[in-house]
C-alpha cells in the first residue's frame, strides 16, 4: 500500500469532545440513514437502513496494522481514542463488533468510541454490539418532529421518539454498564433551537442521564450553504438548561498540556506519510492548517507547504468561512 492510499482511516484529527481522536470510516462512501444540513462529509449518495459489509472488518484491520506500523516507524504519539464514523451511520456496517474487537487488539488501552446518528439504536443487536465500546456519542437534535424532518433529513419512516427510546434502552441495558453514553444537541439557527425543543430534550435528558450532555452549533462548513450556528447567547442558554458538562479531552488533558506533548512527542513523519495523512483527513471535514497541524502533532510550516503542494496539484480545494481559510479534498467521494 502506498502511503498517499489510505482509505478507511483518517488523522488523528482535533475533537473538542474526544481529543486527538483517530478516525476509522466503516462505510467507504457516503451512505446513512440521515442527510443532515449541517453535515461536513459532502452530498449523501445513498439514504438507507440496509446494514451490510460496507468495509469488511479484514479489509479495514489490514490498514490500521500498516497504519500502526508507520505510527510506530515514526515515533508519533498514540491518538487518545479511536473514533468509528467516518463518512456516514457506522452502524450500518454488519462487521461493527468485529472491528471493535481488531481496534482493541491492535492498540490496548486505548479507548474506542462510536459516533452514531442513534437511528439504529432500536434494534437490540445493534445496541449489543455498541455495548463493546468504551463510550458511544449519540445524537439527538430535535424532538420536535418537523424540526427533526427539517434538520435531519432522515430515512422515510424514522420517527425522533423511537430513536429517542433506543437511546434510552441502550442505557438500562445491563450489556452496556460499561459504556458511557455522551449526548451531542447540535443547533442549526432556526430551524432546531425553539424552546420548545429545549424543554422536550431536557425533559430527556433528565430521564437518560447520560455521562455528558454536548450542546454545539455548526463550526464548518455543513452540506447546506444556508445552515447557519446558532449565536453564543442561545448556545449559552442552552447548556445551562441541560445542565452541560465541560468539554475535556478524553485523556483529561488540558489544551496546553497537550500541545506540550505534541512537541515533545511529534516524532518524525515522514513527507509522503504526511500527505496521506492530510488527504484523508480533509476527504471526510473541512480543517484548517492549524487544526490539521495540532491534531496530527505535526509542524505546522510543514504542514501548510504540504497544503500548498496539493493545491497546486489539484487534490485538495480552499473555501473561506468566517474570515477563515479551510481546505478540504477535492477528489470525488467513492461510490460502491
Known amino acids: 500500500m502506498q502511503a498517499d492510499s489510505y482509505r478507511y482511516i483518517f488523522g488523528p484529527v482535533l475533537s473538542g469532545r474526544l481529543g486527538r481522536s483517530l478516525g476509522l470510516d466503516l462505510l467507504g462512501f457516503r451512505v446513512c440513514s440521515m442527510n443532515c444540513v449541517y ?80 437511528t439504529l439504536m432500536t434494534d437490540p443487536q445493534v445496541r449489543a454490539e455498541l455495548a463493546r465500546a468504551d463510550m458511544v456519542l449519540p445524537s439527538l437534535d430535535s424532538l420536535v ?21 433506543g437511546i434510552l434502552a441502550f442505557r438500562d441495558d445491563s450489556q452496556a454498564k460499561g459504556t458511557k453514553v455522551f449526548l451531542e444537541i447540535l443547533l442549526v439557527a432556526g430551524v432546531n433551537d425553539s424552546q420548545r ?12 442521564q447520560p455521562d455528558r450532555v454536548d450542546v454545539v452549533t455548526l463550526s464548518r462548513p455543513g452540506t447546506r450553504p444556508d445552515a447557519r450556528a446558532v449565536d453564543k447567547d442561545t448556545l ?32 518524525g513523519m515522514q513527507p509522503d506519510e504526511l500527505r496521506a495523512r492530510l488527504l484523508a483527513s480533509l476527504a471526510r471535514r473541512p480543517q484548517t492548517g492549524a487544526q490539521l497541524a495540532e491534531a496530527l502533532l505535526a509542524d505546522q510550516g510543514a504542514v501548510m507547504a504540504a497544503l500548498r503542494e496539493l493545491l497546486e496539484a489539484g487534490r485538495i480545494a480552499l473555501r473561506q468561512q468566517d474570515g477563515q481559510d479551510y481546505y478540504q479534498a477535492r477528489t470525488e467521494q467513492p461510490t460502491p
Open 236 to 267: 449559552v442558554r442552552w447548556r445551562e438548561r441541560l445542565r452541560v458538562a465541560q468539554v475535556a479531552p478524553a485523556d483529561g488533558a488540558t489544551l496546553a498540556e497537550r500541545e506540550k506533548n505534541g512537541q515533545e512527542q511529534s516524532g
Open 145 to 165: 418532529p418537523e424540526e427533526f424532518a427539517a434538520v435531519n433529513r432522515a430515512h422515510p419512516g424514522l420517527d425522533p421518539k423511537a430513536i429517542a427510546e
Open 39 to 118: 453535515c461536513e462529509s459532502g452530498p449523501l449518495t445513498r439514504l438507507t437502513l440496509e446494514r451490510a459489509r460496507y468495509v469488511p472488518a479484514s479489509e479495514l484491520l489490514a490498514e490500521l496494522t500498516r497504519f500502526e506500523a508507520a505510527r510506530r516507524e515514526s515515533g508519533e504519539a498514540l491518538p487518545d481514542v479511536i473514533t468509528l464514523g467516518g463518512l456516514g451511520e457506522p452502524t450500518l456496517n454488519s462487521d461493527l463488533p468485529a472491528i471493535i474487537d481488531g481496534v482493541r487488539r491492535l492498540f490496548p488501552g486505548v479507548p474506542v468510541a462510536v459516533l452514531t446518528n442513534a
Open 197 to 208: 425543543n429545549l424543554e422536550l430534550l431536557a425533559d430527556y435528558c433528565n430521564r437518560l
